[in-house]
């Protein structure tokens, strides 16, 4: 085994001392027995600082190159040992947990120390405290990963097999932030990854409960219930037919509201209150997302809409009302933050992409009385995770500047105590480089949970076989970190041209089947549209979005000549969505656009102009996931959803645009 010698070489957990050079563990200063291969998966476990050690890097290490035994028998034993040892249990850890077919990882922190100056390598860490004072250290609590929990086998394939569908290299986790001041402008932060969850079985959501001692979590497999301090988790017992992701905690630190999809009906989601001790939930609005109780527990604040979040509805528990608030106008909200008195609430506010108004991104604080509300923070890079944990200060998710516009970060502003409104100028809280999804805390506001996403699109070739009706097993094409989005073949079909974030913004590629890396076609500074051909085949067309950020900014349909050569504008105007062309002979190529919900469809020219509307193809739609559509590559049909709207039967419109015929396809059960 290799050892990293720049690494500490004593370190304590617990009641227990190790000692890496010597191969020494000690319990309460008297030395404990232990193997050498034991010991050896402790020293990796503990090296890796509370992240996973794969089975495989404990069989590389463990065992020569040309060494033949039953590898998995092997690591099972030196674990099992291991926990011997530290007096550990596999059915309820306390330092070694299992995750199932992939390894282990250490489950406490571990203050390392170097051994020659008995200096303590454990960072300070201070709770949060108002920008106008000073916070003195403190132990950092300990926030433990949950225990690997049963599997509800045949719900986690269908999981999974979303996941890997739509967002392959999809992944959630929640850490436990911990933030202070010192004489610095800037917070502390101490941050601390409570949650380990594998690709196929991602956290869905996440919130810590008012006293801080529990995290209610969600993955595809069920609810959880973990202690943040002792490291102990357990499944909330839940009817069968019930799957809920906890949205918000009520004041007591027992009950929950959570929401629930039903994957077998089309059906807006539900909201329910549910008490982790167990009962009978109790169902709280037929429709519902992204609920928010107040701090008293009298209020609950949450969204819904054709999208579940253009609308903004309060549940009065005191008068025992269900009423909408506040009316979106076709704008998109963020989930809300209360504010500590409970008379009050923000959310960020994000209008429709085509929306005329000339208001942008920006946070909103309403009055939970009224619903009136005002502006108080406009920037078209705020995230829609918020929170409110003390009447002086708002936290805030800000996207980070090109190139790096993938990451978000916290920040949090000061709030005027007489006219509620920012005071001072924003100061940033973290430096990571993850979306930030959500953000739950703790009812004295000394510690914030965030819900982080790790989200990654790759592309994957597969052949055709048996006459185009099997496809043979799929390989990985991209190999890069980033995004990357399939969108057309070369004529010859040995090459690929896609969209990819790589080097910052998203620019254009392409890639021979055979080779491992692609050649930028597109670069620059602006972000960029998928690349789709022209009708005979040499040139790729791209739009190029307005880097202004307004939505009144002309788009620009460009031409690249595929055998090389500059780009050359094909026309330019608000707000176009879709472009596809037909294939030789036809010459047919369609754009579209979004005008007050209407989906119109226009005739282009890739030389250089725009034709007549295709006033037939025109139908209900907004910019979402409802507005997509296909041209046939003979031209003949233009294929789109049969309804816009997410909670109506699936199906497909196909028209005929030589005699603007139109006929539905159903595709029940189909999302």
């Not at 225990?147 to 269908?158: I, T």
């Not at 959570?258 to 709280?284: A, C, N, Q, Y």
């Not at 993850?434 to 592309?459: C, N």
């Not at 031209?635 to 005699?659: C, F, H, Q, V, W």
Request: hydrophobic share 35%; net charge neutral; aromatic share 8%.
């Amino acid at each position: 085994m290799v050892t990293d010698r720049s690494f500490p070489l004593s370190g304590r957990f617990d009641r227990f001392e190790v000692d890496l050079n010597r191969g020494e563990l000690r319990k309460e200063g008297v030395s404990v027995a232990i193997q050498e291969q034991p010991f050896q998966v402790l020293r990796m476990l503990l090296q890796a600082e509370g992240e996973v050690v794969t089975r495989e890097q404990l069989c590389a290490a463990l065992w020569p190159k040309d060494t033949f035994v039953d590898f998995e028998h092997g690591i099972n034993t030196a674990v099992k040992k291991l926990r011997q040892a530290l007096e550990d249990s596999a059915e309820r850890p306390r330092f070694v947990e299992t995750l199932p077919r992939i390894g282990y990882r250490f489950m406490v922190p571990v203050e390392w120390t170097n051994s020659r100056h008995g200096m303590s390598l454990l960072p300070n860490v201070v709770p949060i405290a108002p920008p106008e004072t000073l916070a003195s250290p403190r132990p950092e609590p300990q926030a433990l990963p949950e225990s690997a929990p049963p599997k509800r086998g045949w719900k986690l394939s269908v999981w999974a097999a979303l996941a890997a569908l739509a967002v392959i290299g999809f992944a959630f986790w929640v850490r436990s932030v911990v933030v202070g001041r010192s004489q610095e402008p800037r917070p502390i932060l101490s941050q601390r990854r409570l949650t380990a969850n594998p690709h196929d079985a991602p956290l869905t959501s996440g919130v810590i409960s008012p006293d801080g001692k529990y995290l209610a979590y969600s993955d595809p497999t069920g609810l959880y219930l973990r202690q943040v301090d002792g490291g102990e988790t357990i499944s909330v017992p839940l009817p069968k037919d019930l799957d809920a992701m906890p949205e918000s905690w009520f004041p007591d630190s027992v009950h929950l509201v959570v929401s629930h999809f039903d994957d077998l009906e089309k059906k807006p989601p539900s909201l329910w209150k549910i008490s982790v001790m167990g009962g009978t939930p109790r169902k709280l609005s037929d429709a519902g997302l992204s609920a928010r109780v107040s701090p008293d527990g009298s209020k609950i604040v949450f969204l819904r809409g054709q999208w579940d979040d253009e609308e903004i509805w309060l549940i009065d528990a005191d008068k025992n009302t269900t009423s909408r608030i506040v009316d979106g106008g076709g704008d998109h909200f963020g989930p809300i933050a209360w504010a500590p008195d409970g008379k009050r609430f923000a959310c960020i506010r994000m209008p429709d992409r085509f929306s005329t108004s000339g208001l942008g991104v920006r946070m909103e604080v309403f009055d939970a009385a009224t619903g009136q509300g005002e502006t108080i923070l406009s920037d078209f890079r705020l995230g829609t995770a918020i929170a409110w944990p003390e009447s002086r200060r708002l936290i805030y998710t800000l996207q980070e500047d090109p190139p790096n516009e993938e990451n978000f970060n916290l920040w949090w502003v000061g709030l005027d105590s007489h006219t509620g409104k920012p005071s001072g100028s924003p100061t940033r809280i973290t430096n990571d480089q993850t979306p930030i999804a959500g953000i739950s805390v703790t009812g004295d506001g000394k510690r914030l949970a965030l819900l982080r996403r790790e989200f990654q699109t790759d592309v994957y070739v597969g052949e055709l076989t048996s006459q185009g009706k099997e496809l043979s097993p799929l390989r990985r094409f991209t190999l890069d970190d980033r995004n990357d989005w399939p969108s057309a073949w070369t004529p010859d079909s040995k090459a690929v041209l896609f969209l990819s974030n790589r080097d910052g913004p998203n620019h254009i590629f392409r890639q021979s089947i055979d080779a491992t890396h692609p050649e930028l076609l597109v670069g620059g500074k602006d972000g960029l549209g998928v690349p789709q051909l022209t009708p005979d085949g040499l040139s790729a067309l791209y739009l190029v979005y307005p880097s202004s950020g307004k939505s009144s900014d002309n788009s620009r349909l460009m031409r690249l000549p595929l055998a090389g050569g500059s780009s050359q504008l094909a026309f330019e105007e608000p707000g176009i969505g879709g472009y596809k062309c037909a294939r030789l002979p036809s010459t047919l190529c369609i754009y579209s656009r979004i005008d007050n919900g209407l989906q119109r469809f226009f005739v282009f020219d890739p030389a250089g102009g725009k034709g007549r509307e295709l006033s037939a193809a025109k139908r209900q739609s907004d910019d979402g996931p409802g507005s997509s559509w296909s041209l046939s590559p003979d031209g003949r049909y233009l294929a789109s959803p049969k309804s816009a709207k997410p909670m109506e039967e699936s199906g497909l419109r196909i028209l005929d645009l030589t005699n603007d015929k139109q006929r539905e396809i159903s595709l029940p059960g189909c999302r």
